[in-house]
């Protein structure tokens, strides 16, 4: 919704600093309507490229910024992976360890270069083995890491 919103405004931004740039007239059009308001002809006449520049490069920044947030969001199957890897993150901080395993093969079937849930699969393997972080300061327990 924010890439739209971006993109939204970046659009009415180029279509006005180009109204200011090379037709003023349109320009003028729009200030018959609201003259007291916002406009007054020789002011739009004398500082239109003051008006016009600022806007121009205010909508590229829009335009730039909303066509980047579209690239981000993923569709498909892939957005399909990005909540699985939440919830794997989330079973891994909750210490459901077989979860997020389970979680992490599964996203590695469709996706066997994704390098979160490789990461996150080895650090699940490794917690597995290690068991909980708690007990690693438990003395009673030992310390695996300790000869």
Request: aromatic residues 10%; contains cysteine; positive net charge.
């Amino acid at each position: 919704m924010e890439a739209v919103v971006k993109l939204l405004a970046g659009l009415v931004m180029l279509a006005v600093s180009l109204s200011y740039l090379y037709r003023p007239s349109y320009i003028l059009k729009v200030n018959e309507l609201a003259r007291g308001v916002l406009f007054n002809d020789a002011y739009v006449l004398h500082y239109r490229r003051r008006w016009g520049m600022p806007l121009f490069v205010a909508s590229i920044v829009f335009l730039y910024s909303g066509m980047a947030n579209l690239k981000v969001q993923p569709t498909g199957p892939e957005a399909a992976s990005y909540g699985e890897m939440d919830e794997a993150y989330r079973a891994f901080y909750t210490r459901r360890y077989a979860d997020a395993e389970r979680l992490c093969r599964g996203i590695l079937q469709l996706h066997p270069r994704d390098p979160h849930a490789g990461f996150l699969l080895r650090q699940t393997l490794k917690a597995k083995e290690e068991g909980d972080p708690k007990d690693l300061l438990d003395p009673s327990k030992g310390n695996p890491h300790r000869p």
